[in-house]
């Protein structure tokens, strides 16, 4: 019923920056909370940022804290990871996921993932 999808990731050096992008279809994202997740090899999924539904509340992982930046413009149905001073650390599959406000308890709609590499 939502579809998601990623883009934006990318090969970039230590330092560096990049903006990743979810565009979202099938339904309005204006009736979920968004969030971001990232799995790098051999480790399991965690959690990496998340925002409410008009973007006034933001939550995230102590690693990235001061560095990502997660935003929502819900009139293009669209979410955003900017994630600044990018370490080796942070390579891994980035995933957006979405919540519905009311009716669901956990994270039930996730996109396909876009890879992040830095290089040291």
């Known amino acids: 019923q939502v579809q998601l999808v990623e883009s934006g990731g990318g090969l970039v050096q230590a330092g560096g920056s990049l903006r990743l992008s979810c565009a979202a279809s099938g339904r309005t994202l204006s009736n979920y909370a968004m969030g971001w997740f990232r799995q790098a090899p051999g480790k399991e999924r965690e959690f990496v940022a998340r925002?409410?539904?008009?973007?006034?509340?933001?939550d995230y992982a102590d690693s990235v804290k001061g560095r990502f930046t997660i935003s929502r413009d819900n009139a293009k149905n669209t979410v955003y990871l900017q994630m600044n001073s990018l370490k080796p650390e942070d390579t891994a599959v980035y995933y957006c996921?979405?919540?519905?406000?009311?009716?669901?308890?956990?994270?039930?709609?996730w996109g396909q993932g876009t890879q992040v590499t830095v290089s040291s």
């Open positions: 925002i409410n539904r008009s973007g006034e509340s933001t």
């Open positions: 996921a979405a919540r519905h406000w009311f009716v669901a308890a956990t994270y039930s709609y």
